[in-house]
């Protein structure tokens, strides 16, 4: 089984060449799968860290247009079952809501991007419920640690290797356990 892991996007601070790379490459190698782990969208727009100076030109609206639009790419470039893990970046919109509760329903990307007609899967890693994606053996999740040893860490509390971005840098670390699938 083929799987194409694409982390941390950002759009639209994405790099539009690096993304045609990979489009063209999930064309000419055709996977089974492809799991977007989480931060496809920065939106800073409502992010707490942000300066209002710094997003007074950004909109919720625009980026999620220009999400839909990478997800529309992508699916023109494969078949594939598509996942989306959910990020803290995508989690941002929650805590928007937390302080704007009249948008609530209206803002979500499960709810303004048609994710079911792209045939995307939508993964709520970040938001509470802690979803790890299992394809075959694999494990898939958003992340959360950002230390120094933030790969060690991931496999420790999991119990187990997981592929996951968040940290914007590669790390490696196997955990052997026995008597675990």
């Not at 931060?39 to 999620?64: F, H, N, P, W």
């Not at 329903?105 to 499960?110: A, D, R, Y």
Request: net charge negative; proline share 4%.
């Amino acid at each position: 089984m083929k799987v194409i892991v694409l982390p941390d996007m950002h759009v639209p601070d994405h790099d539009q060449r690096s993304i045609d790379n990979v489009l063209e490459y999930v064309q000419d190698e055709k996977p089974d799968n492809i799991v977007l782990l989480g931060d496809v969208l920065s939106l800073d727009c409502v992010s707490k860290y942000s300066s209002r100076r710094s997003v007074e030109e950004r909109r919720i609206r625009q980026e999620i247009e220009q999400g839909h639009s990478l997800l529309k790419d992508i699916r023109s470039a494969t078949d594939a079952k598509i996942y989306w893990i959910e990020g803290n970046h995508e989690y941002r919109i929650q805590k928007y809501i937390d302080d704007n509760p009249q948008v609530e329903g209206l803002i979500e990307v499960p709810n303004v991007i048609p994710l079911e007609k792209l045939g995307v899967e939508w993964v709520p890693f970040w938001s509470g419920k802690n979803n790890i994606l299992k394809i075959g053996k694999a494990k898939f999740i958003h992340g959360l640690y950002t230390n120094e040893h933030h790969a060690k860490t991931h496999a420790v509390r999991y119990g187990t290797d997981v592929f996951y971005g968040h940290t914007h840098d590669v790390q490696l670390y196997s955990l052997e356990q026995y008597g675990h699938d």
